[in-house]
C-alpha cells in the first residue's frame, strides 16, 4: 500500500508564515504592553453603608427611580471576591441588575486574617448576613428583602432562608452547591481525599493560594498552558490585553478562608452531605430545607467541573416552596457571569423573574422615564409543573466538537470555564 | 579487678605525655603565683574579705581548683583502664562518621542504580489514559533511602537542658525532608501525563500520516497534543494513584508547617514578641466574648421588644 505523501513543503511554508507572524505581533505587542492598560475592576460607583469586623456592604448608587421595591442582596462566595460581578463595563452583573432599576446591595466579604480563624457558618450566616438585611430592612423599611447566592455563598443563603424565612421575599441561588453526594466534580472526589483537621490545624485558615493552585490543577492543560499561549496569541490586541489582565488580577485575588468555616464546610457538607438531609446545624438550629417557603430561582452551569449540576439541581425538590425554578445554561462555573452569551440570559432573567414576584404596586409597572434606564417588563409567569407545581427550564445544550462549553475565544475566557 | 597480664601491654592514652608536661607546668606556675603573698602576709593573719587583697584571693583560689581538676583529670587519664576507655571512646568517631559516609554513599549507588533501570525502561510501551502502574522507582529509591538510612540520625534521644528544643528542631528536618520526597513524588505524577501525551501523540502523527491527514498548521499540532494531555490529566485526577499522592503531599506539608512553627514558637519566645500560639488564645477567647455579647445583645432586644408598650 503506497503511504500518502506529507506536504513538507506546505509544512515549511506555514511555519516560515507563523514565525513572521509573531515577529509582528511581538513588536505591536511591545507597544500594548507598555501603554497605559485600562485593567480596573468593579468600577461602578458604591458606597459602603455598614461593616461588621471585616465585612462590608456596598450599596450601589442609583440616580433614578427604582424598578422594584424590594431590594436585593447579592452574597457572594468565601473563595475568591465579588468584584467578579462587575469585571469589565461591557460585561458586569451589576450593571445589568443597576440599569434594570434594581436597588442592589451586595456583601464584601473582605481579606479575614488570623484573627478570623475561628469563625464558623454560623457567624457567617447568622452574624455577619443576619447583620446585612436587618440594616437592608431597616433602611429600606421593607420588611423583607430578595437574596440572591453565589456557589458557597449560595449555600449561605439556602441556611440563611432556612433560618430567617419571615425576612426573605424571593430567593435566587446561582451555582449553589446544595448535595455534595456526587462524583461528578474533580473538587467533590478531591474534599473527600484531603484530611480537612489536619490542614485547618497547620494553616489557620485556608490560604488562597492554596486553593487558587488545587484550581489551576483542576485542569492544568487549559489553565497553565493553553490560557497563557492564547495570551501569546492576542496579546497585540489591547481589548483582550486588558480583559485578560482584569481576568488574572480577579483569579489570583484569593482572600485566606476563615479555618473553622471551612472545616466545617467540608466535614458536614462535603463529608456528611447533611444539608440537602436536613440534618445540618448551624448556630445549635437544624437546618430544615421545607422552611424555604419563597419562591426559589436555582441557576447553574452545565459545564460547571466545580459544582456539577448534580449539586445544585436538587435543591428545588428538597426546599418547602412551590414556586421554584431551575435553569441550567450552557457554560462553566465563572462562564455563567462573565461569558458575553450568559450575558443575555443569566442578569435579565433574574430582573424579569423578580420583578414578577415584586408583590404590591411596583416601580416596575411604571414606563420608564429615565434615559438609559432599562425597565424590564414583568414577563409571564413559569408555568407550574405537575404535583409539586416546579417549573423546570433546561434548554438542550449544543457542545463544542472539542467536547467543551462555547465560549468567547476573543477574551481568553473559556480557559476559565474549567472553573 | 584484673591484673596486667604480662606480656600484653596496656593501651596508651595518647596525650599522657603532653598531660605530663602541662601538669608539672602549671604546679610550677602556681607555686611561684602563691609565692609572693605568702612572704607579704603572715600566716597567721586573718584572712581578709573584702578589698583588692580578697579580690586576689579568689582569683587564686579559682586557679587552684582548677588546676586540682586538672591534675584529678590528668592522673585519671593515665590510668591505664580510663585510657583505655578514652581511647575506644575515641575509636568510635571515625566509626559514626564512617557509617554517615557509607549512608551517603549507598544512597548515592541506590539512587544510580534506579536511573540506569529507567534508563533501560525508555521505550517500552507506555499505556495512554492507565495511571495504575505509575513508574515511580526514582522517587521511592530516595524515599526509601532517606526512612531507611539517614532518618534514624535526626532520632538520636537527645539529652540535657536544650534536649526538647534540639528534638523539636531534628523534628523539623525529619518532616522537611519526608515532604520534599512527597512533593516530589506528586509533582512526578503531574509530570506523567505529559509523558504518555508525547507517546500518544506521536502515534496519532503516525495514524494521520498513514491517512494522509497530517496538519500543515502548526496550531493544529498544538490542539491535538492539547487535547490528548487534557484527557490524560481528565483521568489521572480520578485515579487513586493521584489521590493518594495528593493526599501524602499534603499530609506531609501539613506536618512540616507544624513541626517548623514549633521551632519558630522555640525562637520567638526568646523575643519580645507575641507568639502565634498565644495571639491564637486570645483570638479564641475574643472570639468566645463577642459571641456572648452577641447573644445577650439579642436576648435584651427580644426583652425590650416584649416589654414595649405595644405589647402591653
Given amino acids: 500500500m503506497e503511504q500518502p505523501k506529507i506536504s513538507l513543503d506546505l509544512i515549511l511554508a506555514n511555519l516560515a508564515e507563523d514565525a513572521e507572524k509573531t515577529q509582528e505581533r511581538v513588536t505591536k505587542a511591545s507597544e500594548v504592553l507598555l501603554s497605559p492598560l485600562h485593567t480596573d475592576l468593579a468600577t461602578t460607583p458604591y458606597d459602603v453603608v455598614w461593616q461588621e469586623d471585616r465585612v462590608k456592604l456596598k450599596h450601589y448608587r ?59 457558618i454560623d457567624d457567617h450566616v447568622n452574624c455577619y448576613i443576619d447583620g446585612a438585611v436587618d440594616f437592608i430592612r431597616e433602611r429600606t423599611g421593607a420588611e423583607k428583602i430578595n437574596l440572591m447566592g453565589i456557589c458557597m455563598g449560595g449555600t449561605f443563603c439556602v441556611i440563611y432562608s432556612a433560618l430567617h424565612p419571615e425576612k426573605i421575599r424571593n430567593l435566587v441561588t446561582t451555582v449553589t452547591p446544595s448535595s455534595f453526594d456526587t462524583q461528578k466534580g474533580l473538587l467533590h472526589i478531591w474534599m473527600r481525599a484531603i484530611d480537612v483537621d489536619k490542614l485547618v490545624d497547620t494553616f489557620g485558615n485556608l490560604p488562597g493560594d492554596v486553593m487558587n493552585m488545587g484550581f489551576l490543577l483542576l485542569n492544568p492543560a487549559r489553565l497553565m498552558i493553553d490560557k497563557y499561549v492564547g495570551f501569546f496569541e492576542n496579546m497585540d490586541n489591547r481589548a483582550f490585553v486588558e480583559n485578560f489582565v482584569r481576568m488574572e488580577k480577579w483569579i489570583f485575588d484569593s482572600p485566606d478562608v476563615p479555618g473553622e468555616t471551612f472545616r466545617q464546610f467540608v466535614k458536614d457538607c462535603y463529608h456528611g452531605n447533611l444539608l440537602i438531609q436536613n440534618k445540618l446545624e448551624v448556630g445549635g438550629k437544624r437546618v430544615d430545607l421545607k422552611r424555604i417557603t419563597m419562591p ?60 414578577e414576584r415584586d408583590g404590591a404596586p411596583a416601580a416596575a409597572q411604571k414606563p420608564a422615564k429615565r434615559a438609559g434606564v432599562l425597565v424590564v417588563k414583568a414577563a409571564p409567569a413559569a408555568k407550574t409543573a405537575k404535583g409539586k407545581g416546579k417549573a423546570r427550564k433546561k434548554p438542550a445544550a449544543p457542545r463544542t466538537r472539542s467536547g467543551k462549553a462555547p465560549a468567547d475565544r476573543t477574551t481568553g475566557r473559556e480557559s476559565m470555564e474549567a472553573r | 579487678m584484673s591484673a596486667e597480664q604480662p606480656g600484653k601491654s ?126 515511580q522507582n526514582l522517587i521511592n529509591a530516595w524515599k526509601e533511602i532517606y526512612e531507611e538510612e539517614f532518618r534514624q540520625f535526626y532520632q538520636i534521644p537527645q539529652l540535657g537542658l536544650m534536649r526538647y528544643y534540639q528534638e523539636r528542631f531534628n523534628e523539623c528536618m525529619d518532616r522537611m525532608n519526608l515532604f520534599q520526597a512527597a512533593f516530589s513524588e506528586f509533582l512526578y505524577v503531574l509530570s506523567v501525563p505529559v509523558e504518555k501525551t508525547s507517546k500518544v501523540f506521536q502515534e496519532k502523527l503516525e495514524e494521520l500520516q498513514l491517512e494522509g491527514k497530517i496538519p500543515d498548521k502548526s496550531r493544529d499540532y498544538y490542539q491535538l497534543w492539547l487535547r490528548i494531555l487534557e484527557g490524560h490529566y481528565m483521568t489521572l485526577f480520578q485515579s487513586p494513584e493521584y489521590l493518594e499522592a495528593l493526599r501524602n503531599m499534603l499530609g506531609h506539608l501539613d506536618s512540616f508547617i507544624a513541626s517548623k512553627n514549633s521551632v519558630l514558637q522555640d525562637v520567638l519566645q526568646f523575643l519580645p514578641v507575641p507568639t502565634n500560639k498565644e495571639m491564637d488564645e486570645l483570638i479564641k477567647d475574643l472570639h468566645v466574648f463577642k ?22
Fill in chain 1, 62 to 120: 442609583t440616580d433614578g427611580e427604582k424598578a422594584l421595591k424590594t431590594p436585593l442582596l447579592v452574597v457572594y462566595a468565601l473563595i475568591n471576591r465579588e468584584t467578579m460581578l462587575d469585571l469589565q463595563p461591557d460585561r458586569s452583573v451589576v450593571k445589568t441588575f443597576m440599569n434594570s432599576g434594581l436597588d442592589l446591595y451586595m456583601l464584601d466579604w473582605g481579606y479575614p486574617t488570623r484573627k478570623d480563624r475561628y469563625l464558623t
Fill in chain 1, 296 to 355: 426559589l430561582l436555582n441557576f447553574y452551569g452545565k459545564f460547571d467541573h466545580l459544582v456539577p449540576p448534580e449539586a445544585c439541581d436538587k435543591l428545588t425538590k428538597a426546599v418547602g416552596s412551590k414556586d421554584t425554578e431551575d435553569i441550567c445554561l450552557d457554560t462553566g462555573h465563572i462562564g455563567i457571569y462573565v461569558s458575553s452569551k450568559t450575558q443575555r440570559e443569566f442578569a435579565p432573567k433574574i430582573v424579569r423573574w423578580l420583578t
Fill in chain 2, 10 to 135: 596496656q593501651p596508651e592514652f595518647p596525650l599522657a605525655d603532653w598531660m605530663k608536661q602541662s601538669q608539672e607546668f602549671w604546679t610550677t606556675w602556681m607555686r611561684a603565683a602563691s609565692q609572693p603573698r605568702e612572704a607579704v602576709e603572715p600566716q597567721e593573719s586573718p584572712r581578709r574579705t573584702t578589698g583588692p587583697g580578697a579580690a586576689r584571693g579568689r582569683v587564686q583560689e579559682g586557679w587552684e581548683t582548677a588546676f586540682r581538676m586538672w591534675q584529678s583529670l590528668s592522673a585519671a587519664a593515665s590510668d591505664p583502664t580510663s585510657a583505655d576507655a578514652a581511647v575506644k571512646g575515641m575509636e568510635t568517631l571515625p566509626d559514626f562518621y564512617m557509617k554517615l559516609a557509607q549512608a551517603g554513599w549507598l544512597a548515592v549507588m541506590k539512587i544510580q542504580e534506579r536511573m540506569v533501570e529507567k534508563a533501560g525502561k525508555i521505550g517500552q510501551k507506555t499505556e495512554a489514559y492507565h495511571f495504575e502502574a505509575i513508574d
Fill in chain 2, 291 to 312: 459571641r456572648r455579647v452577641r447573644e445577650l445583645e439579642r436576648r435584651v432586644k427580644t426583652l425590650e421588644k416584649g416589654s414595649s408598650p405595644a405589647n402591653g
